[in-house]
Structure formats: structure tokens, C-alpha cells
């Protein structure tokens, strides 16, 4: 069904036998870099034809999105590609009159849309939000469903005070594109989703909608940047059938950006490989050797894994645990131990309540106060004040990286030494602040400690440990923590906050999806560092969550438990 109503659909896009990208061969700036500057990209050269089906995988932080960049017309290619089709020839000679006619006609880069997921989404400034609103929904923000937030022009009539004002040119939906949209969340899984708050959705499954989002806006040419990241085993081949369905039919074309761990669908045909400033573009077969390379020479410099200590003090006691939102329950009778020097893979599909968990584990979640036998780190967790409980839990998760703040003026060291108290301010006296302490004053000697510790990480983590990246960021430790937060390239940020998880030696380390958008040597140096003993300790517990048992540090043969939730229910898994 999908497939005839992607062909029907394809009337609205463009059919041309010009390239759909060209660039002959050139040198890609920054705006305002001269030619004699160092190029992001050297020597580019990359001509996708109609009817490829391509995907761009970069080995560094931030490179292949760089290569997005170009082509949304935010670097600046020299010599730029020439007249009369330019970067884009296949709109230049298209013929389909209804896109054609629009206003738009003479910005060919109003028809090539991104959806990105290894970056921060756009909020309001650049402070910090209560990413655990999602929990309660208590505002009336909150309460808009996905419909509201992600596709109001489908509010049914008869309920016009639930539609959110939308552009007064927008047009009202035609009965062909309520049958792609309808199709298209059947296929996406989002049919159910549709009138549940925004906020008490997983990351998988708004990833999913916001893709539907930008297909319907019918770009000619959709790149979509780390698509597979975040989703479950279950949803990925239901997401990678729909989009081959949809570049096949041309409705619009896709380009897919991937990591270098991430499979290649059978479907691509085409690769380009940005590597260190430098794209090899050719088929898939001649290409993928030297990503499969790469790949291959990281794993075998794997640093030799710290056993945990056998059977330490108990931190987490659950017992009988339940959360629900009104009638709809979450998450049901949940029992989970966790020890000192444990080391737990949260598995579970989108949606399975495993964010609700963490957020018990963190006692973010409002429902955390009322459960029956919730211990935390050996109090119940109504004893535990959250400030205190806050500096016993380290946290690396999509939301709180969408949430950290980025004012200006707050430096990677800053960022880093957040992390000792679990903050989200700089606290403390001096250039080099590491924080006032939470129970109690620090004395001398702990700050001396967290001090050693901040420069420990950054020198474990920072670009010396993965050379750098195409941003020009030089591999000097002092250097790097001088510098603003806010500029770092993605993949740098995640990294800091990486730094800022591990650096105050948590007894509870909970890393949620942490390897999005970081490069092939960034991933490395943060495998070795945490499987070294350094970066997480035998006293120390870790829980990772991921839908990919590679992206685990550690192995079931090196001591890994797995946790599973399924229908609400939770097991452990042996």
C-alpha cells in the first residue's frame, strides 16, 4: 500500500535525468575563509545520479554532517559548481509545473530538507530546561499530544480548539496526503501515538514522527543524519523498507547519513566516505572496504577489561515497583538489584519505559516518592534529598544533552566540573571552580582531588585521545578546556559531558545512548577509557542503554547482565 501511494505521491516531486548533485571537483570554506584557508573538505568530488540510492558515513565528529552542510548552502564550495544546473542540476531542468511555479523557484536549497539526530534540537536559548517534565506533564505545554505538536493539520474538525495556530497560508490538507500520512504513521508505528503527550513519548519514537514530519513537507531531497541511532531491533528495518519505498519512488530522494559502526542497507548502492577532511565517493562495493577497515583496526585496540569486585554494597532495591499516567500503565511490578561494580545493558524496544526507569534510578521521576520499596544507595528514596541523591548518580542521556545549558561564557572545564555535584552550574571559588560540595563544604584536599580528576578526564577524553576533528580543534588539554562550550563542534559537546558523567566517580553511572554523534576515534578513546578501570571503577556500577550489543564497553563474558523490559514487565536476563 505504502508503495502505491509513494508512486501516486511522486507526482508532486520532480523527474529529471540531470544529476541530482554535482560537484566537479573543489575545495569547501567556512564563509569569509579565504582560498589560501584550510578547507573543511580538500579536493571534493561528487555527482549523484538519479535513481542511486546513497549514504554519506563519516569517521570523525561532526565530518559527514559537515558534508550535510554543503549541501544545505552553508559552506561555501570554490570553484562552485558550474552553470546552468549548479550544486543541484536536476532542479534547474525539471519540468513538474507545481513545485516549479512556486516562489521559491529561484532557491533550489528551499527543496533539500535535513533532519538531523546527532545534534541538539533548537529551544529557546541557551539555558537549561526541566528535561524531566516529561515525567509528570503537569504543564499545559506538556499536555499537547504528538498530533498537536507535530501534525496539527490533521486535528479532526469537529475538535478545532486542540489545532495550534499555524501559518495563515498553509494549506488544508489534500485527500491524497491524508492517505500518505495515514500509510505512513501505520508504517512508522505511530498510529497509536498520535494523541499521547508529546513529552511521554521515548526518543525512538519521535525520531520516527519527526521524519514522517519532514516527508510531508515533500522535500525534493531529504538527508537524514544518523536515522538508525535511538531506534529498537524491531523498528529499523520497518524504517529503512519505508524509505527505500519512498527514494525508489523518487517522493523525495533520500540520502542517509550513518556511523561507521552502522550496517548499510542492502539498498544503498552508493557510498561516500568522509574521513579527516578528505571524501571517497563511489559504489558501495569499492567504498565500503576502508570504512569495514577502520571498523576492524579500532576493535582490535580494545584496552583489556577491569573485572567488577564481587558482590559490593547494594545501591539499587526495587521491589514491586509500578508507574502509571493516569489508565495507562508503564511500567509493572519491576524487581532490580544493583551492586557495587556491576555493570547492566538496559534492553528494550521504544517505548518500553526504560527513560521511566533511569528516571526512578536518578529519583528525577515525581512517582519515585510514592513506590513501595524504592532503596537508593541504602536509604528509602524519600530520605534522600535530591541535591544529595543528584551527586550519587552520574547522567549521560539525550535529554539531558538536549538540556545542558549553553551560555555564553561557560567553558569546557566549567561544563566538566558540573558533573562532581550534578549540577548544571558553575559552582566555586576561582578560574578552575569544582564545586562547593552538597552535605557539606569541601575541604582542601577534596578540592585538590576534583581538580586532579577534571584534568584526568580531560586528558583521557579530550582531542589528544582522538587527534582532533575537521573543526580544526588542536590536541592541546589546557587549550581545550579554555574553550566555550557552545562553539564545540556535536560530537565534542557529547564528549564533555561524557567527561562530565565520569568525572566525580559516581557509585551510579547511567549512559543512555551515549555513543550519537561522535566519530569513530572519539567512541574509541571513550571504550578504553571506561574498560580501562580509569574512566568507571570497580567500586563503581554502570547501567548503558542502547539498541546495540556491539555499543556495549563490556561483554556477557566479561561480566555484563542484561536487564529487559517487555510489555511493561522486567526481567533479568541470563
Same mark, same amino acid.
Given at each position: 500500500m505504502l508503495h502505491a501511494r509513494a508512486r501516486c505521491y511522486s507526482k508532486f516531486y520532480t523527474t529529471s535525468r540531470a544529476p541530482i548533485v554535482h560537484i566537479p571537483k573543489a575545495n569547501v570554506f567556512r564563509f569569509g575563509d579565504p582560498n589560501t584557508a584550510a578547507p573543511i573538505f580538500r579536493s571534493l568530488q561528487w555527482t549523484v545520479h538519479e535513481g542511486d540510492a546513497w549514504a554519506v558515513i563519516g569517521s570523525g565528529s561532526g565530518e559527514k554532517a559537515m558534508l550535510f552542510r554543503t549541501l544545505l548552502g552553508h559552506l561555501r564550495i570554490s570553484p562552485a559548481p558550474p552553470p546552468p544546473g549548479g550544486l543541484f542540476p536536476f532542479l534547474s531542468t525539471s519540468s513538474t509545473e507545481d513545485i516549479r511555479t512556486s516562489t521559491s523557484t529561484s532557491d533550489p536549497y528551499s527543496h533539500i530538507a535535513l533532519v538531523s539526530f546527532s545534534h541538539r534540537p533548537r529551544t529557546s536559548g541557551g539555558g537549561f530546561y526541566d528535561f524531566t517534565a516529561r515525567y509528570g506533564a503537569v504543564r499545559d505545554l506538556d499536555r499537547l499530544t504528538l498530533r498537536q505538536s507535530m501534525f496539527p493539520e490533521t486535528v479532526p474538525p469537529e475538535f478545532p480548539e486542540l489545532e495550534l495556530p499555524r501559518d495563515e497560508n498553509a494549506k488544508e490538507m489534500s485527500e491524497l496526503e491524508k492517505q500518505v500520512f495515514g500509510a505512513l504513521v /501505520?508504517?512508522? #508505528? =505511530?498510529?497509536? &501515538?498520535?494523541? @499521547?503527550? @508529546?513529552?511521554? %513519548?521515548?526518543? #525512538? +519514537?519521535? *525520531?520516527?514522527? $519527526?521524519?514522517? !514530519?519532514?516527508? %510531508? *513537507? !515533500?522535500?525534493?531531497? @531529504? @538527508? %537524514? /543524519?544518523?536515522?538508525?541511532? #535511538?531506534? /529498537?531491533? +524491531?523498528?529499523?528495518? $520497518? &524504517? =529503512?523498507?519505508?524509505? *527505500?519505498?519512498?527514494?525508489?519512488? $523518487?517522493?523525495? *530522494?533520500?540520502? =542517509?547519513?550513518?556511523?561507521?559502526? /552502522?550496517?548499510?542497507?542492502e539498498w544503498v548502492t552508493h557510498v561516500a566516505f568522509v574521513n579527516n577532511g578528505r571524501v571517497v565517493a563511489g559504489p558501495k562495493e569499492e567504498v565500503l572496504p576502508a570504512v569495514e577497515h577502520i571498523v576492524a583496526t579500532a576493535s582490535t585496540k580494545e584496552a583489556p577489561v577491569v573485572r567488577a569486585s564481587e558482590r559490593g554494597e547494594l545501591l539499587v532495591d526495587m521491589k514491586g515497583i509500578n508507574v502509571k499516567y493516569g489508565t495507562r500503565t508503564v511500567l509493572k511490578d519491576i524487581n532490580w538489584q544493583i551492586r557495587q561494580g556491576e555493570r547492566w545493558h538496559l534492553q528494550g524496544t521504544n517505548g518500553s519505559g526504560k527513560t521511566t526507569l533511569l528516571a526512578l534510578l536518578t529519583g528525577a521521576h515525581p512517582q519515585s516518592y510514592t513506590q513501595p520499596h524504592l532503596h537508593l544507595h541504602g536509604r528509602p528514596r524519600p530520605r534522600l534529598p535530591t541535591p544529595y541523591l543528584q551527586s550519587l548518580v552520574a547522567l549521560f542521556s539525550p535529554e539531558l544533552f538536549d538540556a545542558f545549558p549553553r551560555r555564553t561564557g561557560m567553558r569546557v572545564w566549567d561544563a566538566v566540573a558540573t558533573g562532581f555535584d550534578g549540577g548544571f552550574v558553575p559552582l566555586g571559588r576561582g578560574k578552575e571552580a569544582v564545586g562547593v560540595g552538597v552535605m557539606r563544604p569541601l575541604s582542601e584536599e577534596e578540592v585538590a582531588w576534583r581538580m586532579w580528576r577534571c584534568w584526568a578526564v580531560l586528558e583521557a577524553l579530550g582531542p589528544g585521545a582522538w587527534g582532533g576533528d575537521a573543526d580544526g580543534t588542536g590536541v592541546d588539554t589546557k587549550a581545550f578546556a579554555e574553550r566555550a562550550f557552545v562553539d564545540l563542534p556535536v560530537g565534542e559537546q557529547r564528549m564533555v559531558l561524557l567527561m562530565r558523567a565520569l568525572v566525580g566517580r559516581a557509585p551510579l553511572v547511567l549512559l543512555d545512548e551515549v555513543w550519537s554523534g561522535m566519530g569513530e576515534g572519539m567512541v574509541r578513546a571513550a571504550r578504553q577509557y571506561l574498560r580501562s578501570g580509569e574512566g568507571v571503577g570497580p567500586e563503581q556500577a554502570v547501567v548503558v542503554i542502547t539498541h546495540w550489543e556491539e555499543e556495549v564497553p563490556w561483554t556477557v563474558t566479561e561480566g555484563v547482565r542484561r536487564f529487559r523490559l517487555d510489555g511493561g514487565f522486567g526481567m533479568v536476563v541470563d
Open positions: /501505520d508504517r512508522m #508505528g =505511530l498510529r497509536e &501515538l498520535l494523541d @499521547l503527550p @508529546l513529552v511521554a %513519548l521515548s526518543n #525512538g +519514537q519521535t *525520531r520516527r514522527a $519527526r521524519i514522517v !514530519k519532514a516527508i %510531508l *513537507r !515533500k522535500p525534493e531531497l @531529504l @538527508l %537524514l /543524519d544518523e536515522p538508525l541511532t #535511538g531506534l /529498537d531491533v +524491531q523498528s529499523r528495518p $520497518r &524504517l =529503512l523498507e519505508v524509505l *527505500r519505498a519512498l527514494h525508489t519512488a $523518487r517522493a523525495p *530522494r533520500v540520502v =542517509l547519513g550513518l556511523r561507521t559502526q /552502522d550496517p548499510v542497507p
